[in-house]
């Protein structure tokens, strides 16, 4: 079955950017209606989806975020990444990747529900600090 894994810094300065990899396992990221996405959960708050890359490489943000995103992927590693840009304190979180397979999607996605996401990445935990 599918697996995700996240990997990278567990410590950003602020102004700097975040960047993290999911590495899957298992599926193709390019699967027809395979969606990857990325999503955190910031210290007591509930999970927000941030953006996503589709099966054909479109991507899609949440609106808030868009200016600061950029989700990437490469196909012949199947893994995708995010760089998250100036970054500050508030921007840290458990950084999740998740996959959603869906035949059709409206996007910005909202809040991710229990059982949205079929496969999840365990999570990684980023601070933005000094």
């Known amino acids: 079955q599918v697996q995700l894994q996240e990997s990278g810094p567990d410590l950003v300065k602020p102004s700097q950017t975040l960047s993290l990899t999911c590495t899957v396992s298992?599926?193709?990221?390019?699967?027809?209606?395979?969606?990857w996405s990325w999503i955190r959960q910031p210290p007591g708050k509930g999970l927000e989806w941030m953006g996503a890359?589709?099966?054909?490489?479109?991507?899609y943000y949440r609106p808030s975020l868009k200016s600061h995103t950029s989700i990437s992927r490469d196909t012949s590693k199947n893994r995708f990444s995010l760089q998250l840009s100036s970054v500050t304190p508030e921007d840290t979180a458990v950084y999740y990747c998740?996959?959603?397979?869906?035949?059709?999607?409206?996007?910005?996605?909202?809040?991710?529900?229990?059982?949205?996401?079929?496969?999840w990445g365990q999570g990684t935990q980023v601070t933005v600090s000094s």
């Open positions: 890359i589709g099966y054909d490489g479109t991507t």
């Open positions: 298992g599926g193709s990221i390019t699967t027809s209606y395979y969606y």
């Open positions: 998740a996959c959603r397979k869906q035949k059709e999607l409206v996007f910005p996605l909202g809040p991710p529900g229990r059982y949205e996401y079929a496969y």
